[in-house]
């Protein structure tokens, strides 16, 4: 069996370990998202393929769910002793390595997708991680604010915590992009693919602004599980990135933002079970099932009930 997977940071990376528990013997292929991506101190910081990579190769930590696990900060306060910026972005000692490395790499001339590999060699995370381009992209937020500031969305997630109201979310570099190499082959060779319960502005989102992936993407069955429970994100501010697109916070809502054109298969939770039934979702197979990822056991559930979902569809 082979499984694509398009995926943002933490929810993604704890749903794929379902996945793994689920469908053992599966050819995984995991695109990650790149418009996180961001230069500090120098340095090229690719956090959501890092969390996935750390997750599945066991050096995570847990308790944060992004970041090195048993971390240390010495290299942290000697820039900020230096009153090197900026101080709202943490990297930890174990981490900064991973950077410095991928940095010089890039700088030799290396493609991000060649770095990805080299670094995937000793995390071993059992899939293959792809990012969604080689190419730069960067997903920025203009501002609700008297300046009508644009800022990176690190910047606006990390420092403001999306207090600061977005009137509008790009992926600035995506339409020149071009998916990364294995990126296409990866969807047109899958049995199905899948939408883990990633934020689906800013990291299904942005994977699918690469010019080619969402066609891509649309031509196969394609399952996803739903990051929005009971009218709330799971995890993080995913509410204000759908507010900034004018998409209603709810399972319904982010299925529909996907449209029938791309999705066949919705997984909600029990508390959204109406949605089973809603005439927005016509023409999907929505199915309720209990989607809090608790533990690995719960995780597994939930990758299971979407692979069968797809196999049902396919």
């Known amino acids: 069996m082979r499984i694509t997977v398009l995926a943002g940071g933490v929810g993604a990376a704890r749903f794929l370990r379902g996945v793994q528990a689920a469908a053992p013997g599966a050819q ?14 120098g340095l090229r910081v690719c956090p959501d393929l890092d969390t996935v990579m750390y997750t599945l190769g ?25 009153g090197a910026g900026p101080s709202w972005f943490t990297l930890g000692d174990r981490d900064f390595a991973t950077h410095i490395l991928r940095t010089q790499l890039l700088a030799a001339g290396k493609p991000l997708s060649e770095v990805t590999r080299r670094l995937c060699e000793r ?5 293959e991680l792809l990012p969604m381009s080689d190419d730069k992209v960067e997903t920025h937020v203009l501002l609700d604010d008297a300046e009508r500031s644009l800022v990176h969305f690190q910047e606006w997630w990390v420092r403001l915590h999306a207090a600061v109201p977005a009137l509008a979310i790009t992926a600035a570099g995506a339409q020149g992009a071009r998916p990364a190499p294995g990126v296409l082959e990866a969807i047109a060779d899958a049995d199905f693919v899948l939408f883990p319960p990633s934020n689906p502005v800013v990291s299904i989102g942005t994977i699918l ?18 990051p929005i429970i009971g009218g709330a994100p799971v995890r993080g501010m995913a509410d204000a990135c759908l507010a900034a697109i004018g998409v209603r ?5 982010v299925a529909a933002h996907y449209g029938p054109d791309l ?21 999907l197979q929505v199915r309720a099932l209990p989607l809090y990822m608790r533990d690995l056991a719960a995780t597994a559930a ?11 569809l396919t």
Request: hydrophobic share 40%; no cysteine; proline share 3%.
């Open 263 to 283: 999705l066949n298969g919705w997984l909600v939770d029990e508390q959204d079970k109406a949605a089973t039934d809603d005439p927005a979702l016509a023409g």
């Open 209 to 226: 602004s690469v010019p080619g992936i969402r066609d891509a993407a649309g031509a196969k069955t394609v399952v996803g599980v739903s």
């Open 302 to 312: 939930i990758a299971q009930a979407a692979i069968d979902l797809a196999r049902e």
């Open 28 to 41: 995984i292929t995991v695109i990650g998202n790149t418009g996180d991506d961001i230069t500090l101190f």
């Open 58 to 82: 066991g050096g995570i930590s847990e308790e944060q769910g992004w970041g090195r696990a048993d971390e240390s900060f010495s290299i942290r306060d000697e820039l900020a002793a230096y």
């Open 249 to 253: 916070t709810s399972a319904v809502g």
């Open 123 to 127: 995390w071993q995370p059992g899939v």
